[in-house]
């Protein structure tokens, strides 16, 4: 794969995620210091999901950003591109419908959920704005969104810290724990290069969705995004 810009294939950030989706999940946990427990309790927690509502968990990749929701009676759809990330979600998971598909192109009818949330995913699309509509799309009226990305710390020289952190200690750390640790590079640029909290709401606006607001998570490292469907 080539090194990250945000004009990503679809297939060869797939392929990258197939790669490491056995060991994804801890990973992640290693490399963001135990936080992405926490983010995905505040997810959980934005979400709000209720029994017998329909959530689509978008780039859920082995669905452990799922379970929260499952676990609160709703009744979700873990969906991502990665047939990798899926085949492993489905061994640890079997009674989960997981679906393959393109955020860009959701194989989803209009109207279908009461909730759609992607977290960490949203920023390997490549058509951004597409996939903000496309969730829109498949949103009940008064349905909610909620993003979870990696975004821009807020302090000056927290965000210094954490940039050198990103580039310089990442990618040793992922060559200890991870399959394909060049993976791990790419995320890294993705982050660096993703627009800030501002840019992003400006986009979800655009998209249609009303009510927009966020919330950062550790400094802004990363940022809860929410908007409503009318």
């Known amino acids: 794969m080539t090194r990250a810009t945000l004009e990503k294939q679809p297939h060869e950030v797939a392929s990258m995620f197939d790669d490491v989706a056995e060991r994804y ?7 963001s210091l135990g936080q992405a427990r926490l983010w995905r309790k505040e997810v959980a927690k934005a979400v709000d999901a209720r029994p017998a509502q329909k959530v689509l968990d ?9 379970q929260p929701f499952a676990r ?3 009744y979700v759809v873990p969906c991502d591109f990665s047939l990798g990330m899926l085949q492993v979600g489905k061994a640890r998971h079997p009674w989960m419908p997981f679906t393959a ?3 860009t192109k959701l194989p989803f009818k209009d109207d279908t959920f009461d909730a759609v949330t992607i977290s960490f995913g949203l920023r390997n699309v ?3 704005v597409q996939a903000l509509r496309e969730m829109y799309r498949v949103t009940k009226p008064g349905g909610r969104v909620v993003i979870c990305e990696f975004s821009h710390a807020t302090w000056a020289p927290f965000r210094t810290v954490y940039e050198e952190y990103l580039m310089r ?3 040793p750390v992922a060559r200890t724990v991870s399959s394909n640790p060049d993976a791990y590079v790419y995320l890294a640029e993705s982050i660096r290069s993703w627009p800030d ?13 009303s009510k927009v607001a966020w919330r950062n998570l550790t400094g802004g490292v990363v940022a809860l995004h929410r908007g409503f469907k009318a």
Do not use: H
């Open 72 to 74: 609160a009676g709703a």
């Open 197 to 209: 909290q501002p840019t992003l709401a400006a986009r979800l606006q655009e998209a249609g969705w």
């Open 169 to 171: 200690a990442l990618p």
């Open 126 to 128: 490549q058509e951004t």
């Open 25 to 31: 999940d801890l990973t992640n946990d290693v490399l």
């Open 101 to 103: 598909g393109d955020a």
């Open 58 to 66: 978008l780039a859920a990749g082995t669905a452990t950003s799922s």
